[in-house]
């Protein structure tokens, strides 16, 4: 029901769109969210927009560099990356929280749905 796609290489100050695909999703009212789990690291939740009011959020080792946006009629979420940083360097999942709450810092264990990953890489 998500599939995230988009990751690659890039080379530190580059730019990456990643796009999660929302099919056969049957509620209107959701929060997806994009995580990333860097090597030995905790999954760190970095933005979230709402199905509904398209109100986002975006944490702060990310604001400013990345855009998440959603496109209603192709049913997909984007999240552009730019200035990107070696620390970066992650796998990019997609989740999904059916809700009407607003959106705020999000817990990996209140998702409802998750994608599979997509690997980003920058290197320095």
């Known amino acids: 029901q998500l599939q995230a796609s988009g990751g690659g290489l890039v080379q530190a100050g580059g730019s990456l769109r990643l796009s999660c695909a929302v099919f056969?999703?049957?509620?209107?009212?959701?929060?997806i969210t994009w995580f990333r789990q860097a090597p030995g690291k905790e999954r760190e939740g970095i933005s979230s927009i709402s199905s509904s009011t398209g109100r986002t959020y975006y944490a702060d080792s990310v604001k400013g560099r990345f855009t998440i946006s959603r496109d209603n009629a192709r049913n997909i979420v984007y999240l552009q990356m730019n200035t990107l940083k070696p620390e970066d360097t992650a796998v990019y999942y997609c989740?999904?929280?059916?809700?009407?709450?607003?959106?705020?810092?999000?817990?990996?264990?209140?998702?409802?749905?998750w994608g599979k990953g997509t690997q980003v890489t920058v290197s320095s």
């Open positions: 056969e999703f049957p509620f209107d009212d959701y929060i």
């Open positions: 989740a999904a929280e059916v809700t009407l709450a607003t959106v705020g810092p999000p817990s990996s264990n209140g998702m409802d749905y």
